[in-house]
């Protein structure tokens, strides 16, 4: 095991697929965040795995040492759906990694955790006026601590 360094975390933007919309937040174990080729695949995923209900989902895009991980999460009211793919390093031909597999790394959990606070202000701490675009706008971890 090597000692744990913060990974450059950045917002990637929002998109729009199927009616859903879906903050893009990219981690990278080296200088660059994933590329547009990476970000593409892990839509494709995302749209296989956002049920037909339009919402609120994000998606985190992670360029480790490892694998290339996309975390896949949605909301529904106070509960996060998520769902993990996995592509070898230097592809992006993902596949859904087995309900045993891993959830997430400590670097993509803060983007999670992140995600999890600004849901709850956002949305959840405002139940008769919900402020979705001020959650969508919340920018995630710059430096990922």
């Known amino acids: 095991m090597t000692p744990y360094r913060p990974r450059r975390t950045r917002s990637l933007g929002v998109t729009?697929?199927?009616?859903?919309?879906?903050?893009?937040?990219?981690?990278?174990?080296?200088?660059?965040?994933?590329?547009?080729?990476?970000?593409?695949?892990?839509?494709?995923?995302?749209?296989?795995?956002?049920?037909?209900?339009?919402?609120?989902?994000?998606?985190?895009?992670?360029?480790?040492?490892?694998a290339l991980c996309v975390n896949i999460c949605w909301w529904q009211a106070d509960i996060?759906?998520?769902r993990v793919w996995r592509a070898?390093?230097?592809?992006?031909e993902l596949v859904r990694a087995p309900?045993?597999?891993?959830?997430?790394?400590?670097?993509?959990?803060?983007a999670i955790d992140h995600e999890r606070r600004a849901w709850v202000r956002h949305v959840?701490?405002?139940?008769d006026d919900p402020d979705y675009l001020g959650y969508l706008a919340a920018d995630p971890l710059v430096e990922a601590a």
């Open 16 to 66: 729009e697929t199927r009616g859903w919309n879906v903050k893009v937040i990219g981690i990278t174990a080296g200088q660059d965040l994933p590329d547009d080729f990476e970000v593409e695949a892990a839509m494709l995923a995302a749209e296989r795995e956002l049920p037909e209900r339009a919402g609120i989902a994000f998606v985190v895009v992670h360029r480790g040492t490892e």
């Open 80 to 82: 996060l759906y998520h």
């Open 88 to 92: 070898g390093l230097g592809t992006t």
């Open 99 to 110: 309900a045993d597999g891993p959830a997430a790394c400590v670097w993509e959990l803060l």
């Open 124 to 127: 959840l701490a405002r139940p």
